[in-house]
């Protein structure tokens, strides 16, 4: 039934109604799960049921934030088949973010078999509705009980699943950021280019001050100048100005989104100019302020591409496109979801069908 080790969950739950789904806040059946020792390596890979974690009060997770993550998706397409969309790309990135917080590397192959196994096993959690997907959360946390500033000596991997529908609940609406000098998500040679559960902590309190404004995400400035667009909390961002694409560089201090390098390449393929460059807010007033920024929008896994339809900075709210998706967004938007669910060529081959066992559970 699988490569791996297989406790089946005696209780098996019954999925929610795919048009019920939210993001984040319904898990499958099962987990998998591996662990880490100095002097042994990685070891003991195998499929549980979805379980509480039991850990000590000093684990260095909880002092030290040695923990990250990754995140991708799992598509039933009309055909009835599972794609996972770049888990290759995925594992990779998760190795980077490792790297950063001293945490010891995973075989990636190993990493991307952990996906396909589990998804198989739970595989009627993937939904059906177009606009569903089954969310896979790689995660590494360090588990060795001390207290002191230094890398732990254990660890835990562990794959979770989310059936889920849209992240934003605009959806493929626009939606609302607001631009802000006022706080840092991060600065080169920081955790920034890393999945890290700090990074993501950082972001709170300034997404909480947006949502009280009546936006939906922080547009993030860099941390020196305060002038250089980076990224949004949940997406990179990119701007058409004129005939050219304009994102921000990877520095150091963004993080290398999958959705992001496939934007890119799809660009590429059309022809379309593309300047990865630093672009100052004043530089985007202006542009709007002139007509020529046509369109505006954020790629990541979550919300595969999400429009911009308006724009806030010092008190004042600028309107992008009348508030409308442009035909940019919206091809490629088109581009990236025909892929995941197999409905649009895929020249490059980046949604990897599952070779599905016989289910775990009728």
Same mark, same amino acid.
């Not at 791996?4 to 109604?17: G, H, M, Q, S, W």
């Not at 939606?175 to 006022?182: F, M, P, S, W």
């Not at 393929?269 to 672009?279: A, N």
């Given at each position: 039934m699988t490569e791996?080790?297989?406790?089946?969950?005696?209780?098996?739950?019954?999925?929610?109604?795919d048009a019920s789904l939210k993001f984040g806040t319904v898990f499958t059946d099962h987990m998998f799960v591996m662990n880490y020792a100095a002097g042994r390596g990685w070891f003991d890979p195998r499929i549980e049921p979805y379980h509480a974690l039991a850990l000590d009060p000093a684990t260095c997770v909880l002092h030290y934030a040695q923990a990250v993550f990754d995140g991708l998706k799992a598509f039933r397409g009309a055909d009835g088949k599972i794609r996972l969309f770049r888990p290759?790309?995925?594992?990779?990135?998760?190795?980077?973010?490792?790297?950063?917080?001293?945490?010891?590397?995973?075989?990636?192959?190993?990493?991307?078999?952990?996906?396909?196994?589990?998804?198989?096993?739970?595989?009627?959690?993937v939904p059906k509705l177009p606009g569903t997907a089954l969310y896979i959360r790689p995660t590494v946390i360090a588990t060795e009980p001390f207290l002191g500033v230094r890398p732990s000596e254990s660890y835990l991997y562990y794959v979770i699943l989310s059936p889920v529908g849209a992240y934003y609940p605009e959806g $493929?609406?626009? !939606?609302?950021?607001?631009?802000?000098? *006022?706080? +840092?998500? &991060?600065l080169p040679g920081g955790l920034g280019a890393a999945k890290t559960a700090a990074n993501y902590a950082a972001s709170l309190y300034p997404a909480e001050e947006a949502h009280r404004l009546g936006f939906t995400q922080v547009l993030y400035l860099d941390g020196a100048e305060h002038r250089f667009l980076e990224e949004v909390g949940t997406m990179n961002i990119m701007l058409k100005i004129g005939e050219e694409v304009i994102t921000p560089p990877l520095g150091g201090s963004i993080l290398?989104?999958?959705?992001?390098?496939?934007?890119?390449?799809?660009?590429?393929?059309?022809? $379309?100019?593309? !300047?990865?460059?630093?672009?100052?807010? *004043?530089? +985007?007033? &202006?542009?709007?302020?002139?007509?020529?920024?046509?369109?505006?929008?954020?790629?990541?896994?979550a919300a595969v591409i999400s429009p911009v339809g308006e724009l806030g900075y010092k008190e004042k709210?600028?309107?992008?496109?009348?508030?409308?998706?442009?035909?940019?967004?919206?091809?490629?938007?088109?581009?990236?979801?025909?892929?995941?669910?197999?409905?649009?060529?895929?020249?490059?081959?980046?949604?990897k069908p599952l070779a599905l066992p016989e289910p775990a559970l009728a």
């Open positions: 791996f080790p297989l406790t089946l969950n005696p209780e098996p739950k019954a999925p929610p109604p290759d790309r995925h594992a990779a990135r998760l190795n980077r973010s490792c790297a950063r917080l001293c945490i010891p590397a995973l075989d990636p192959a190993l990493v991307e078999r952990s996906f396909r196994a589990l998804v198989g096993v739970d595989q009627r959690w $493929i609406n626009p !939606v609302k950021i607001l631009a802000t000098g *006022e706080h +840092v998500r &991060a290398a989104g999958i959705t992001r390098e496939s934007v890119l390449a799809l660009l590429g393929d059309w022809g $379309i100019k593309v !300047v990865e460059r630093p672009i100052s807010i *004043e530089e +985007v007033v &202006a542009a709007i302020a002139a007509g020529t920024l046509t369109e505006m929008w954020g790629t990541g896994t709210r600028y309107v992008i496109r009348n508030g409308g998706i442009g035909t940019l967004t919206q091809r490629l938007y088109d581009a990236i979801v025909g892929i995941q669910y197999g409905t649009a060529p895929d020249p490059r081959g980046w949604a």
